[in-house]
């Protein structure tokens, strides 16, 4: 049914998924404020003054969308709890594939750009992650608990 706590889990990790794609993932000022770094779900931008440097990263954007598409679709698999269990297991390894990518994006390419010590500052898009994360997690606890609830009472029968 979809008035069960899982679907509420599913719909935020949709809705985060939407919001990692669409905010700011990263971003990181020079002191001087004469070079910034960027990181969004479509490109990894570098400026330096008048000049930048733009790397496409738009495979960040269809993976997050991919996991939305599928979690979309998962909620309208509530009869069926084990696909559901599956898909959640699914979604949890792209969403943890993403999130190797930007640390990679980060700390591998972008914190090398200038000022190797500062770290710079995660975004809402980063946030947005974290949170689809963690509520994945918690939908696929609610779904296989409803499992375990149903095989027991049809034991009892």
């Not at 990263?57 to 993976?63: P, Q, T």
Request: hydrophobic share 55%; proline share 2%.
């Amino acid at each position: 049914m979809l008035q069960r706590i899982q679907t509420f889990f599913l719909a935020l990790v949709a809705v985060g998924m939407v919001g990692m794609i669409a905010l700011p993932i990263w971003d990181k000022t020079s002191a001087d404020a004469a070079q910034s770094a960027h990181l969004s779900a479509l490109r990894l931008i570098h400026q330096q003054g008048v000049s930048s440097t733009i790397s496409p990263v738009w495979y960040l954007a269809l993976l997050g969308g991919i996991v939305s598409g599928v979690t979309i679709f998962a909620i309208s698999q509530y009869k069926n709890r084990l696909l559901q269990s599956g898909i959640c297991a699914a979604n949890s390894i792209l969403m943890t594939i993403i999130m190797g990518l930007i640390m990679y994006f980060i700390f591998g390419k972008a914190k090398d750009f200038f000022e190797p010590t500062v770290n710079g500052n995660f975004g809402f898009g980063f946030y947005a992650l974290v949170i689809a994360m963690l509520a994945n997690v918690l939908a696929n606890r609610f779904i296989r608990r409803d499992e375990k609830f149903v095989r027991s009472q049809e034991r009892m029968r």
